[in-house]
T-cell receptor
Framework: DADVTQTPRNRITKTGKRIMLECSQT?????MYWYRQDPGLGLRLIYY???????NKGEISDGYSVSRQAQAKFSLSLESAIPNQTALYFC?????????FGQGTRLTVV | TQLLEQSPQFLSIQEGENLTVYCNSS?????LQWYRQEPGEGPVLLVT?????EVKKLKRLTFQFGDARKDSSLHITAAQPGDTGLYLC????????????FGAGTQVVVTP
């Protein structure tokens, strides 16, 4: 089993719908991150959390929210999806500076 | 604006050639990491450099951290098709409270 698991792997949703992407980890790390990846832009930080009670905005948090339900679980929500949120989304965990990634969720908003 | 600027954006070379990828910033980093990402997968950590001027080798890959800890380079010797991938640098800037940020990446294609 993967150390960092993202569900779903692929999702197509309609504009205006609420959608949640889930991430769980078995590495025992405190730090968890959500990134989106677009061609030519690399990975941009959406939100990050250093423990269950700590949530911080990243570079591009508008239109997104997160919930840290437990040390091992960090979910990302799009309250009202729009087409320019079509992207590849990655969850990552870390203890120190080095991050470990899930396999990504490919989200398409039509 | 990316905190970490990578160059070039794209590199296509023949098997056996050498290549260098650069990662630059105006900010100081306590450490920098290099990752490689293949299509459909998440990035995978290759190396972390911590000390200014540090050089680390991983088989045919050589990583260097600048003396001022603001830049890094990745050099691949005698590239092979298996080196094809997106190379990403990442780091936590001094005073950025643990925000791990990435460069835009360099797409490397090595053809036989």
């Amino acid at each position: 089993d993967a150390d960092v698991t993202q569900t779903p792997r692929n999702r197509i949703t309609k504009t205006g719908k609420r959608i949640m992407l889930e991430c769980s980890q078995t590495k025992g790390h405190d730090r968890m991150y959500w990134y989106r990846q677009d061609p030519g832009l690399g990975l941009r930080l959406i939100y990050y959390s250093f423990d269950v009670k700590d949530i911080n905005k990243g570079e591009i948090s508008d239109g997104y929210s997160v919930s840290r339900q437990a040390q091992a679980k960090f979910s990302l929500s799009l309250e009202s999806a729009i087409p320019n949120q079509t992207a590849l989304y990655f969850c990552a965990t870390s203890r120190g500076p080095e991050a470990f990634f899930g396999q990504g969720t490919r989200l398409t908003v039509v | 604006t990316q905190l970490l600027e990578q160059s070039p954006q794209f590199l296509s070379i023949q098997e056996g050639e050498n290549l260098t990828v650069y990662c630059n910033s105006s900010s100081v980093f306590s450490s920098l990491q290099w990752y490689r990402q293949e299509p459909g997968e998440g990035p995978v950590l290759l190396v972390t450099v911590v000390t200014g001027g540090e050089v680390k080798k991983l088989k045919r890959l050589t990583f260097q951290f600048g003396d001022a800890r603001k830049d890094s380079s990745l050099h691949i010797t005698a590239a092979q098709p298996g080196d094809t991938g997106l190379y990403l640098c990442a780091g936590v800037g001094i005073g950025s409270w643990g925000k791990l940020q990435f460069g835009a990446g360099t797409q490397v294609v090595v053809t036989p």
